[in-house]
């Protein structure tokens, strides 16, 4: 079973970087991506951004792109988002997740982390 770590939510004012990390353990598929989710109080879970098994492929929301930055370690089983210029908008809690590679496809975000709270202050 997988299990995925978060670290590095916390409070932050607006125009201000935070840095979030998770790592994977527990018996990870050989080729996997990994994303970045956040729900905002009384909204619905949404992507943020995802890196391939590799790191060489990063979408992102709109709402974030040229903001964020997700990267990963991939020796290391590890993911961060790098977020800069914070707005009270982000604030949510983040979830990290998990989804296998198999020959051309992913398969659905089968894994997940218990989320870390981001909060903004404006």
């Known amino acids: 079973q997988v299990q995925l770590v978060e670290s590095g939510g916390g409070l932050v004012q607006a125009g201000g970087s935070l840095k979030l990390s998770c790592a994977a353990s527990?018996?990870?598929?050989?080729?996997?991506?990994m994303g970045w989710f956040r729900q905002a109080p009384g909204k619905e879970r949404e992507f943020v951004a995802s890196?391939?098994?590799?790191?060489?492929?990063?979408y992102y929301a709109e709402s974030v792109k040229g903001r964020f930055t997700i990267s990963r370690d991939s020796a290391k089983n590890a993911v961060a988002l790098q977020m800069n210029s914070l707005e009270t908008e982000d604030t949510a809690i983040y979830y990290c997740?998990?989804?296998?590679?198999?020959?051309?496809?992913?398969?659905?975000?089968?894994?997940w982390g218990q989320g870390t709270q981001v909060t903004v202050s404006s």
């Open positions: 997740a998990l989804r296998e590679l198999f020959r051309y496809t992913y398969g659905d975000w089968s894994s």
């Open positions: 527990g018996g990870t598929p050989r080729l996997y991506g």
């Open positions: 890196i391939s098994w590799n790191g060489g492929v990063a």
